[in-house]
Structures are given as structure tokens and as C-alpha cells.
């Protein structure tokens, strides 16, 4: 079964506007919340784009079922395979399911027991590895090739960019113009997707990516003008733990994105701290990445109507009460 080329290709914002209508009975079109709190502590109208509340639980829905939904009746009989740490596995193993194929994933060992056990359960075959010791790539190649399945990667694959893009569509659609978009960023097809749809709706809107400290290799690609590859970063955000950008990603942000910034690993746990205790709802450390950047004060949004792409949900809730117990305890020792 051939694969998707990897050779980059022109991608539009056209492209965004025929997967919206593709998922248009598939999707959930996510809540934009607000915070009178968060809007005093930036000193700005904060715009929440609640992709948490989206089927499985993260914006990685959108991608999977409109690559899905474009397989021909073969590759649909064969099935499809792919790698991830839990959110575009889930989202495969969905969208498979729903479209009725069969879905191989392939999962790190260490991934959070929840999303593992939500990608089985949607019947997918769930297949682990050491993720800092083996390649999930070469892993997912080798089965594609074996078993005759589609690889569907989880960023790196225009169909899964354009997905992606309609979340920003949507809150557009929702609020209006902004004056800034902020965007999580691990291999960077979410980013990719909504900075091409800021500069086809709105193309004075500020896009900024947002990866975590320990796994910058988006903010140094983006500088160097070339992808920078790195090790496995250790980070609580594990949806952003990549090692670098994709060859269709890298170009689209080139071309579309402002800058990119990153956070600290406590920084999330405050934003997730605040999500739960101020607009009660549980968002992942990945999910809080644009959240923390705008709570941290690092870039100047004074007075603006900025954009906050909060990207998934999915947490094991031991883990959570861990992390933000642990915050806590730190704040009260002198």
C-alpha cells in the first residue's frame, strides 16, 4: 500500500474549508469560553477555544477522521496505522472505528494509562515501545509495509493540517477578528492548520506557537530556517514531546507564523491548576501550552482580543491530583 509522500506540497486554506465540510456531522464544534479572571491577570479579552470538550477528548479528532474519511474502499478494507503518545492515537482509533476499518497504533510504553486504554477501547491494536530508545517512525513504517496498512501520521500529513486548521475556523467564526492566535506546537500540524487560517480570515492576527521549554525544536527550527532535530524532551506535556517538525509543517509555519515561545513545565501545571479551580474543567499539560504563555506575561497582550487554543483533555486524574497536589505543597513551605 503506498504511502503519503513526504515530499512537501503547496497547502491552502481551500483545503481547511473542504475538511470542515467533510467533518461537518462528525465533529463536536467546541465551546469558546471566557474569564473575567483571565482577563484581568493578561489585562486583555482572552477567547478559550475548548478543544478538551471534542470527541476523545482533543483537537486530534479533526485531523484523523478527515484523512479517514478520504481512504479509498482499499486502504479502508486494509486499515491504517499510526504512532503517537495518545491523542491522535485516540483520534485514529475513532475515527477507524466509526468509518468502520481496522487501526493499528503504535504507543510509548510510558504513554498515560487513560489514553491508552481509550485507544483500545475503541477496538484499535495497540503496539508499544521504549520512546526513548526506539523509533516510532521506523516502527509504524515496518507494519504499514508488512500488513499492507495507510500510515497516517499524527502531524506530518496534510489531510491531518487541514483538520486541524478548522478549530481556528470555527473560533473566527465564533469571536471575530484578533489581534493575537496562540497555538500548542509538538510537530506542529495544529499550528501549521490555524496559522493558515488566520492569514486567510484575518491576516493581521499575531500567530504565535507555543512548545515547552525542554522540547524547543520548533523555536529553533523556526530561527535556524532549517528543521533541528532533538532528543525525546522530558516534559509533562506529552502530546508535545516530538523531536522535530514536519517536511509539510516546517514550510506552512515559515511562511504563516509570527513566533514561537515556549513555557515551563510549571507553568502548565499553574495553568492547569486554574483551569480546574476557576472555570472547573480538567485540561492536559499539552492543552494548557498557549494558556500558560498568556498567564506568564512573557509577550505583551495588553488591551488585545487574543485566541487560546486549549488543545485536549485527556489526563489520567491520578497524574492531575499528583502535579497540581505537588504545586500546591511547594506554595506553602516559606
Known amino acids: 500500500m503506498s504511502q503519503p509522500s513526504s515530499v512537501p506540497r503547496t497547502f491552502s486554506f481551500d483545503e481547511i474549508v473542504q475538511a470542515h465540510a467533510r467533518l461537518a456531522d462528525a465533529v463536536h464544534r467546541t465551546p469558546v469560553l471566557t474569564s473575567a479572571t483571565a482577563d484581568r491577570r493578561v489585562g486583555a479579552q482572552l477567547f478559550f477555544k475548548c478543544e478538551n470538550f471534542q470527541r476523545m477528548g482533543a483537537f486530534k479528532f479533526r485531523g484523523a477522521y478527515n484523512a479517514l474519511a478520504q481512504f479509498t474502499p482499499q486502504q479502508r478494507r486494509r486499515g491504517v496505522v499510526t504512532f503517537s503518545s495518545g491523542n491522535h492515537a ?3 482509533a475513532l475515527s477507524a472505528q466509526l468509518l468502520g476499518m481496522p487501526a493499528v497504533i503504535v ?5 498515560p494509562a487513560i489514553k491508552v486504554a481509550a485507544t483500545r477501547g475503541y477496538g484499535a491494536e495497540v503496539v508499544c515501545y521504549d520512546r526513548y530508545t526506539e523509533d516510532r517512525e521506523a516502527i509504524g513504517r515496518q507494519l504499514a509495509e508488512e500488513r499492507g496498512l495507510t500510515l497516517i ?4 500529513h496534510p489531510h491531518v493540517m487541514a483538520g486541524q486548521g478548522t478549530a481556528a475556523k470555527e ?3 465564533d469571536v471575530g477578528a484578533l489581534d493575537t492566535l496562540l497555538v500548542p506546537l509538538g510537530g506542529g500540524g495544529l499550528l501549521s492548520g490555524c496559522a493558515t487560517v488566520a492569514r486567510a480570515m484575518h491576516p493581521a ?3 504565535i506557537g507555543v512548545e515547552p521549554e525542554t522540547g524547543n ?4 527550527s523556526f530561527r535556524s530556517g532549517q528543521i533541528v532535530h532533538i532528543d525525546t524532551p522530558k516534559t509533562i506535556a506529552d502530546g508535545a514531546q ?3 517538525l514536519g517536511q509539510h509543517t516546517f514550510p506552512v509555519i515559515q511562511r504563516s507564523v509570527d513566533d514561537i515561545l515556549t513555557v515551563s513545565d510549571a507553568e502548565l501545571v499553574e495553568a492547569m491548576k486554574f483551569f480546574a479551580g476557576r472555570m472547573k474543567m480538567i ?5 494548557c501550552l498557549a494558556a500558560a504563555l498568556a498567564f506568564r506575561g512573557q509577550l505583551d497582550l495588553s488591551g488585545q482580543r487574543v485566541g487560546v487554543l486549549l488543545s485536549g483533555g485527556n489526563v489520567d486524574l491520578a497524574r492531575f491530583a499528583a502535579l497540581v497536589q505537588e504545586s500546591a505543597l511547594q506554595e506553602t513551605q516559606p
Open 90 to 92: 485516540q483520534g485514529i
Open 242 to 244: 516530538t523531536q522535530h
Open 107 to 111: 504507543m510509548p510504553t510510558d504513554a
Open 205 to 207: 492576527c499575531r500567530v
Open 171 to 173: 473560533l473566527f467564526e
Open 217 to 220: 525544536d520548533g523555536q529553533r
Open 153 to 156: 501520521p499524527p502531524y506530518d
Open 283 to 287: 485540561v492536559e499539560p499539552t492543552g
